[in-house]
């Protein structure tokens, strides 16, 4: 079993930055690819980027290509989102995700943050 713990989220105004974190438990982190989910308000959560176990191979969705970037430190347990010229639509909760299952599809996930973009 994992627990994942994310943070870092906020409100910020358009064009701004924020890094988000996701702290997890337990001693196989270091063998599971990660990933982050956003869903915005009456919407289905969508994929936003992903890293593989070794951080060697990342993936990111087409609307964050550019502006978005993961990573993580298998010694501190923690995966990263540092998210870079966010936009209204960029306005989320935000989830991080462990041990992928299948393309996009993963068996442990956390409680989200939410990130606000402001005009």
């Known amino acids: 079993q994992v627990q994942l713990v994310e943070s870092g989220g906020g409100l910020v105004q358009a064009g701004g930055s924020l890094r988000l974190s996701c702290a997890a438990s337990g001693r196989t982190f270091g063998s599971y690819d990660l990933a982050w989910f956003r869903q915005a308000p009456g919407k289905e959560r969508e994929f936003v980027a992903a890293?593989?176990?070794?951080?060697?191979?990342?993936d990111y969705a087409d609307s964050v290509k550019g502006r978005f970037t993961i990573s993580r430190d298998n010694a501190k347990n923690t995966v990263y989102l540092q998210m870079n010229s966010l936009k209204l639509e960029d306005t989320a909760l935000y989830y991080c995700?462990?041990?992928?299952?299948?393309?996009?599809?993963?068996?442990?996930w956390g409680q989200g943050t939410q990130v606000t973009v402001s005009s």
């Open positions: 995700a462990a041990n992928r299952i299948s393309w996009r599809l993963y068996r442990y």
């Open positions: 890293i593989s176990w070794s951080g060697g191979n990342t």
